[in-house]
């Protein structure tokens, strides 16, 4: 909103020409959102206490000290996330932007399937929300339509291509099938951050990791001279996408702040399937699909824990794991929560500069 309003006359003051810079308005953005997360933080818990009448259920085949620890914590503080998101992404990129509406509505529209599937937890005190299939269809619907216009934005023959990291100039043409392959990448990235958030804190930093990450790429995508230096497929208008980046990531760290250990919130599936439904939407956008799969590899990991252990447990009676996700498996065996969550939080910053590494390596 600002950058249309001071666009037109950048000369006039000094400031107006600064929101005409991407690394300006990604810097406020972030801060912007911090402020708004800090501000709001304390106003959301009550409300959420009030209407909660015994905080999150928590699942009774889980670790034993959940039941004790965790009991009482409200839900839901995902709202606390989108809300600081979506304020500071309005205000400071450009609204004429097709990629921000797309990936907003992605973000948004993912939060809101998790919205409802928290308050169906809450209002039947248990941990079962909507049906499996039921929140499925609508999340493959969410996406197909976000993967679509995120195709239709791009112009040429890039919008239906998916580049190969590392190998420079390898694009495989999808045709029809990219919105197909968007939509799936969308779903398990969303899905892949809702297993994850199992832990205080642990969902949180690698998703501020990842969008840290893709902040980068989308500014240097987005910009034609560095995406020609660093031999990038350059996608005009998705630089924005930084600026969205950037309000997550303040959001992210401003959410952290209450749900730190021991966590006075959590973030429930209305945050936590709306992140990852971002950052698979912003990977489509940039056209970094399979960067994805690699900075966000705890997440990946945390999946295949789950289909390992649930297809082996089927298959022979037995279990892979003590208890999936692979987190569990830790608390099972006796390693300290701050200890999971901070080594897994390492994990993602080195997969991080390993994802950061695929853009110079060619």
């Known amino acids: 909103m600002l950058y249309l309003l001071t666009h037109a006359h950048p000369e006039k003051f000094a400031l107006f020409n600064l929101i005409r810079y991407l690394t300006f308005r990604s810097g406020a953005a972030c801060l912007t959102s911090l402020v708004i997360s800090f501000w709001l933080g304390p106003r959301v818990i009550r409300w959420l206490k009030s209407v909660q009448r015994g905080g999150q259920p928590i699942r009774e085949d889980g670790p034993e000290r959940h039941l004790i620890e965790k009991k009482g914590t409200p839900t839901m503080g995902g709202v606390l996330i989108l809300a600081a998101c979506t304020i500071s992404t309005l205000l400071w990129t450009d609204l004429l932007n097709g990629y921000v509406w797309a990936v907003l509505f992605c973000t948004l529209?993912?939060?809101a399937v998790g919205f409802v599937d928290d308050y169906l937890k809450l209002s039947r005190r248990n941990t079962k929300g909507v049906s499996a299939r039921g929140k499925l269809v609508v999340q493959l619907v969410i996406g197909l339509i976000s993967a679509t216009w995120i195709m239709y934005l791009t112009k040429g023959p890039l919008g239906s291509e998916l580049a190969v990291p590392v190998f420079k100039g390898v694009l495989i043409q999808l045709g029809f099938l990219f919105p197909l392959f968007g939509m799936f990448v969308m779903l398990g990235s969303s899905n892949a951050v809702n297993l994850t958030d199992g832990l205080d804190g642990l969902a949180t930093v690698p998703t501020i990791i990842?969008?840290?990450?893709?902040?980068?790429?989308?500014?240097?995508?987005?910009?034609?001279?560095?995406?020609?230096?660093l031999q990038l497929n350059h996608v005009p208008g998705v630089g924005e996408l930084a600026v969205f980046c950037a309000a997550l990531i303040?959001?992210?760290m401003g959410f952290l702040w209450f749900n730190a250990p021991p966590a006075a919130v959590f973030m429930g599936d209305t945050g936590s399937l709306a992140l990852g439904g971002a950052l698979g939407a912003v990977a489509v956008a940039v056209k970094h699909e399979i960067v994805l799969m690699i900075t966000g590899g705890l997440f990946v990991v945390e999946t295949v824990s789950v289909i390992v252990q649930v297809f082996w447990y089927k298959r022979t009676g037995r279990r892979v794991f003590l208890m999936a996700p692979l987190h569990h498996h830790f608390e099972k065996k006796g390693w300290a929560e701050p200890t999971i969550v901070i080594r897994f939080w390492i994990i993602s910053m080195i997969l991080a500069l390993c994802g950061l590494a695929t853009l110079k390596i060619r």
């Open 109 to 111: 529209g993912y939060g």
């Open 210 to 229: 990842v969008a840290s990450v893709f902040a980068l790429i989308a500014y240097l995508v987005g910009n034609r001279v560095f995406a020609d230096y």
């Open 250 to 252: 303040g959001a992210g």
